[in-house]
């Protein structure tokens, strides 16, 4: 069955840190490129931070030096570390798979940032 299942998320204090895994299956995950997206309630969705199969990154300039993007290809398995959390951070977020012949989206995964 060919899908991307986040875990990781939940409530947390401002300042505090989390980690949210997206597992792969289905796919060859060093063919894709891969991301994470965020979506708050009413606002569109955003990109957060991707990371190419050749190892290129981005991150929304937000989160520039907060989050980091990772991949183990081995595990099929894509990380995002999120560290100094804020409210703003809220969001339902999504990992997102991308080739040149298709791409896939997890459910998502729910982050709340609150004291």
């Known amino acids: 069955q060919v899908q991307l299942v986040e875990s990781g998320g939940g409530l947390v204090q401002p300042g505090g840190s989390l980690r949210l895994s997206c597992a792969a299956s289905?796919?060859?995950?060093?063919?894709?490129?891969m991301a994470w997206y965020r979506q708050a309630p009413k606002m569109e969705r955003e990109l957060v931070a991707r990371?190419?199969?050749?190892?290129?990154?981005f991150y929304k300039s937000s989160v520039k030096g907060r989050f980091t993007i990772s991949r183990d290809n081995a595990k099929q398995m894509v990380y995002l570390q999120m560290n100094s959390l804020v409210p703003e951070d809220t969001a339902t977020y999504l990992c997102?798979?991308?080739?040149?012949?298709?791409?896939?989206w997890g459910q998502g995964t729910q982050v709340t940032v609150s004291s």
């Open positions: 997102h798979a991308r080739a040149p012949w298709g791409q896939m």
């Open positions: 289905g796919i060859t995950l060093s063919d894709y490129d």
């Open positions: 990371l190419t199969k050749g190892g290129g990154t």
